[in-house]
């Protein structure tokens, strides 16, 4: 019985990986402008700025879930718009999300998200949003960031500007920054 139950449990962790997916998009858009996040699904975020005037994003999608969300992408001429939801609104969802995005150097990023953590590095721009849960890396970042999780530990590291941050639940830690503010 071990054996049966064993074997069924890797069965499915392998039909699990496979069911994975990796959607990739380009977007022409130049500097100064903003990318805005509506996560409904959630997720783990990791943005990095970039030499080129183009967003990059990849989104990888795995777990039972895995085609039952809506994944919509909106470039107008001074943003983009991501948004993720799942398509059936009841009962629980097993999906997990992972947004890798790279921005051109100088952008602003808005990030509204049902949870994960936060990944931002080497952008100067203005910095909002939350997460219902997960950490916030910050690093290497100029400008104002004004974000709030409700639950993960905050790290800052070689920012320069503004800060207010908030979590309900662990650490804030700053270092080698220029940033004054609340935390």
């Known amino acids: 019985m071990k054996k049966f ?20 998009k ?13 996560l409904e699904t959630g997720g783990g975020v990791y943005i990095s700025g970039w030499d080129k005037e183009k967003v990059a994003v ?17 470039a107008g001429s001074s943003r983009i718009r991501i948004s993720s939801d799942y398509s059936s609104r009841w009962g629980r969802h097993d999906g997990d999300f992972e947004f890798d995005i790279k ?6 990023i808005e990030i509204e998200s049902s949870g994960g953590g936060v990944h931002i590095a ?16 910050f690093t290497n970042v100029s400008g104002d960031i004004e974000f709030r999780t409700m639950g993960g530990e ?3 590291s070689e920012v320069k500007g ?6 309900m639940g662990g650490s804030i830690t700053v270092t080698d920054s220029e940033a004054d503010g609340k935390v």
């Open 58 to 74: 990849k989104v990888h999608i795995s777990g039972v879930d895995e085609d039952d969300y809506d994944l919509d992408f909106d």
């Open 154 to 156: 905050i790290t800052v």
């Open 26 to 38: 380009e977007f022409d858009i130049g500097m100064g402008n903003k990318l805005v996040l509506d």
């Open 122 to 137: 080497d952008v100067e721009g203005e910095i909002s949003g939350s997460t219902a849960g997960g950490g916030l890396d």
């Open 5 to 24: 139950l064993l074997v069924t449990i890797l069965v499915m962790a392998l039909a699990n990986l496979c069911l994975a997916q990796t959607i990739k």
């Open 162 to 167: 503004h800060l207010k941050l908030e979590t």
């Open 103 to 108: 921005v051109p150097e100088r952008f602003d």
